[in-house]
């Protein structure tokens, strides 16, 4: 075996499949619709998912999370089909991770390890990297295992992509010392962020929030005529972005911050707190919809909870439901006859969604519809702030 075959770091396509369970507060609909999202995540990172499997229970199982006989049909099903990794929608606790990993004889991760995967993956700044990787050590901390080598970096693949492993106890002490590293160097760069921020001039700050891929790139895009990376994929985009916009008569901020989604690991919201600082030193709001997403009334809740945690929920907001064209037209109006574009966006100006008390558009971003209504009025809105504040 050559040298570049033992340090082969290369990610190979791993299969995958999917466990959820269906408690007494949750409906199968929306059970599934919060698999369709880890299913998501998971083609995010790069796994092949093959199947997934749901169990009714009225509280998860202490020990496993599932019951006795789902345990051994999914174990079944991974020693016939070659499976990889198994997904859970939900956090699992240290021990269920050992056990199941006992019982399964393969690499088990939650929502919350999948979702830093895919943030190590995306990181590009070193602020951005340095925050991953202690969201990373904080989660793994309790969870450290021999069995999986859930830190080794000569191990590719999903979840795999940590500080470095040797013994249980020595890797334990390593990222204790990681853990104190990071926050300082993250403390430099947070005090040097502030120092930016304060020295911008006071120029009107805009920030764009929303649930992750409603397109806010693509808004940020459009809006300040830049270049800011954009993909149809779950967080896209993990560092704040700047830019000062021109207008005639009109000069603003607008920034694009990481995506928000339900069940975000607390540790990644403390560790992103000052990526999000842009948006509590923010003035305005523009909260982006997927309006062509079936559950967008929850991924709105999702935001406004994420926004009252870290405490911009008292902001001015302009709530702006993107990829209109992208919308099936029944699914609002199944007895309206809709001739054109311009009909139907009239009928959603007259919808319950343009009832909230804030501002709301309806746009769509990537095809350029009804923009010129957004900058008029992000600039009525502008205008008002800044006599409000003069």
């Not at 040298?3 to 599934?32: C, H, W």
């Not at 764009?208 to 940020?220: A, D, E, P």
Request: with cysteine; charged share 30%; net charge neutral.
């Amino acid at each position: 075996m050559t040298k570049k075959q033992i340090f082969d770091t290369s990610k190979k396509e791993e299969t995958a499949i999917m466990v959820g369970i269906i408690t007494q507060n949750l409906r199968v609909e929306q059970a599934e619709e919060y698999l369709d999202e880890l299913e998501f995540l998971a083609l995010t990172a790069g796994a092949i998912v093959k199947k997934r499997f749901l169990q009714r229970l009225n509280y998860p199982n202490p020990r496993t999370f599932i019951g006795a006989g789902k345990l051994q049909e999914i174990g079944e099903y991974i020693t016939v089909n070659e499976i990889d990794i198994v997904f859970f929608d939900d956090e699992l606790s240290p021990s269920q991770i050992r056990n199941l990993e006992q019982e399964l004889k393969c690499k088990i991760l939650d929502r919350s390890n999948l979702i830093l995967d895919i943030f190590a993956s995306r990181a590009r700044t070193a602020q951005a990297r340095f925050q991953v990787e202690l969201a990373q050590a904080q989660y793994l901390l309790p969870r450290l295992t021999r069995m999986w080598t859930h830190l080794s970096k000569q191990k590719g693949g999903i979840g795999m992509k940590g500080p470095g492993e040797t013994e249980i106890e020595t890797d334990r002490r390593i990222l204790r010392t990681t853990i104190t590293k990071l926050k300082a160097k993250l403390a430099i760069i947070d005090k040097q962020a502030e120092t930016q921020r304060k020295t911008r001039d006071s120029k009107v700050r805009v920030s764009l929030v929303g649930y992750t891929n409603v397109g806010k790139s693509t808004l940020m895009n459009t809006i300040a005529k830049t270049n800011v990376f954009a993909e149809d994929k779950l967080f896209a985009t993990l560092d704040s972005t700047v830019r000062k916009v021109d207008w005639p008569g009109k000069t603003f901020l607008l920034s694009d911050t990481v995506g928000f989604i339900r069940k975000l690991p607390h540790q990644l919201v403390e560790c992103f707190k000052s990526t999000l600082d842009e948006i509590r030193e923010a003035d305005i709001l523009l909260h982006v919809v997927d309006i062509s997403h079936p559950n967008f009334e929850d991924q709105i809740n999702v935001v406004n909870e994420t926004l009252k945690e870290i405490g911009a929920s008292n902001k001015k907001v302009i709530l702006v439901f993107n990829k209109i064209d992208n919308l099936k037209k029944p699914l609002f109006f199944e007895d309206e006859t809709i001739e054109s574009s311009e009909e139907y966006l009239e009928l959603l100006k007259k919808s319950w969604m343009a009832k909230d008390s804030n501002p709301t558009l309806f746009v769509s971003a990537s095809k350029k519809i009804n923009l010129d209504t957004l900058r008029i009025t992000l600039a009525d809105v502008i205008d008002n702030f800044e006599k409000n504040r003069g």
